[in-house]
DNA sequence: GGCATTCGTCGAAGCGCTTCGACAATTTTC
DNA sequence: GAAAATTGTCGAAGCGCTTCGACGAATGCC
């Protein structure tokens, strides 16, 4: 293994020279930066990751804690997953990976044995166990998704709030009277988790606002055709569709075609999911990126590292994006 | 922060005392081992995992790389991430995640700094860039999948040979004398990805042991409909279908059924899928269990880091799932 | 032109742990 | 019952790096 005391010697420098040259935190002549950096890549220098983090109280890790449970549509985690790493990457850092089974023990496991430099936690529960640990932890955490009280704690979602009121909002634009929301599986209701929520009270504050009729209802992916026939046996007036449920799209929509509807000219039908489902199955979407919400929430914990302090909310606008699954304006 | 030095004063012992009961490299008597519990209990002390790693040149971190690409299934490789995340765990180790576009400089980086101890590649191609890296790192690696060369390498995937034929076989005992293997999307054969090759083999291996005449098709997923007629328009006789593209299943299964055959009545329908997916829509399969390999790598890589020399190449077997996509025998 | 700064580099200390050799005390062996 | 082996513990060295204070040399200031 070649050192930095060989890099040293090689160059004819000293080890802090050396060490200098690679943080940049003092000032270094041109010329010996060059020398150095030449001896570095001659014998393929590389610093052990174990004794920086030992000398300078900085592993250059950061944990990313994954969600296990169903409800949540798994490629979006993935997405999101690949997003935080590569962002984490262009900030020099690694990403080591926990799940949420390991629970507040790992969380001060890794944090307690300087293993990593700061934490980030996807799905975050209304009430969620870990948040006391988070609070009190000695390194800066990051949380997507909202508890109920997320004082003192840095977290960032989309806004669903608003995705949920752009779709009442577009529906009336469009001129329906009666219109409905199809939301996630009963589970994550009664989980208390915070975004099937929020979307539920923007459509229904939205819709309040412009006086058009609301009706919510859970749905779980494998009985869409179920839910999609009880929607209409209730409400037959209803006309304007918005779907908050990756897994159960695609059924909902063959089951509202079942019942001979046309959609977009007998319904109209809004997506709340990522671009690439919204694309393939061409339907008027509110977009929500993935890749933006990992990278957003890497930004915020290295601003976090770097002793700043981000605001304690963050929330990503959502954008509507018109296909063919609702009428030409 | 509280130390080893700590530890030993508060339990009257030495700091290598308390190293030697953390690690049981050498004889503590029970008296003492149980003083030295209780002091790291009381004082709430965790080891410096950089110190740690200085010290014994062991991180205890594996790194996991995984695929960026389509024509995976998601799924299925979010489900190999956990499990080999709490396999890891396990065996004490944590594991740091990798992206694929990391390429040859990742590995080499977090190889060479000592960052881990490791390395589990997902998803290798044929001719992957990264096997001379691999092979000439000093530190262990398990592959999942099978490069055209395993020389030198350790590899364990699915054994997708034996899935092709058990389709073939169990379509030839129903009786159908014309079968059609669906298999991965185009992008996957052209890029020479072993897993699609190899279970072609083996369908057509099997269906030439048996007698019954085979074609194999590849599969847009987004294409499946048309996949579907082209082959019964071209292949009219068809009436054992093995379907090998998770993302397509479902798709496929509504266009045959679109064509007015029904299933199992008309056609037998055979998925080589996950067991989850299989369930779901009830249909007969070849199970590939994500979980069992991801548990596979990472316990041949322990093996390899404990200094053993485990087999060079698993082939983790499938078993055939009788479900309602097949006539009752 | 003398004094105060800034620049560029070095040496040494120290980060918290593991491990090796040493050694007294105990146990085993013939 | 003396010699040999084993057990349980300690002290010190060292893993490879960062960082702090020091200091000579170059530069800025009025």
Redesign the pocket.
């Known amino acids: 293994?070649?050192?930095?005391?060989?890099?040293?010697r090689h160059a004819?420098?000293?080890?802090?020279?050396?060490?200098?040259?690679?943080?940049g935190?003092?000032?270094?002549?041109?010329?010996?930066?060059r020398r150095v950096m030449d001896s570095i890549r001659a014998l393929g220098?590389?610093?052990?990751a174990?004794?920086?983090a030992?000398?300078?109280?900085?592993s250059n890790v950061i944990a990313l804690v994954v969600p296990l449970r169903s409800g949540i549509h798994v490629p979006i985690v993935m997405q999101m997953v690949i997003a935080a790493v590569t962002s984490a990457r262009s900030y020099d850092h690694d990403v080591l990976l926990l799940t949420q089974d390991e629970g507040v023990g790992g969380l001060e496991r890794v944090a307690g044995?300087?293993l990593v430099d700061a934490i980030l936690v996807m799905d975050v529960e209304m009430h969620d166990v870990r948040l006391p640990v988070l609070r009190s932890l000695d390194r800066p955490s990051v949380l997507i998704g909202f508890p109920a009280d997320p004082t003192g704690l840095t977290c960032v979602d989309w806004d669903f709030e608003a995705a949920g009121a752009a779709c009442a909002e577009y529906l009336a634009d469009l001129g329906h009277s009666e219109i409905a929301l199809i939301g996630a599986p009963p589970a994550v209701y009664e989980r208390g988790t915070g975004f099937a929520e929020r979307t539920k009270a923007g459509f229904q504050r939205a819709a309040a606002e412009r006086g058009v009729h609301a009706v919510v209802r859970p749905c779980d992916p494998d009985h869409a055709r179920e839910a999609a026939d009880e929607l209409l046996r209730d409400h037959p007036n209803v006309t304007g569709i918005a779907v908050h449920n990756e897994p159960a799209v695609e059924h909902l929509l063959s089951a509202f075609r079942a019942t001979g509807r046309r959609i977009p000219d007998d319904l109209s039908f809004i997506a709340i999911a990522p671009d690439d489902l919204a694309e393939r199955l061409d339907l008027t979407s509110i977009s929500i990126p993935a890749e933006e919400l990992g990278r957003q929430a890497v930004a915020l914990l290295m601003e976090k590292l770097d002793g700043h302090q981000p605001p304690g909310s963050t929330l990503l606008p959502s954008r509507l994006v018109l296909r063919s699954s609702t009428p030409a304006a």
Chains 1, 2 share one sequence.
């Open positions: 293994m070649v050192k930095i005391s060989d890099v040293a004819g420098v000293s080890p802090s020279t050396v060490s200098y040259v690679l943080s935190k003092r000032s270094i002549s041109d010329q010996t930066r220098y590389r610093p052990h174990g004794a920086r030992l000398a300078s109280n900085r044995s300087s």
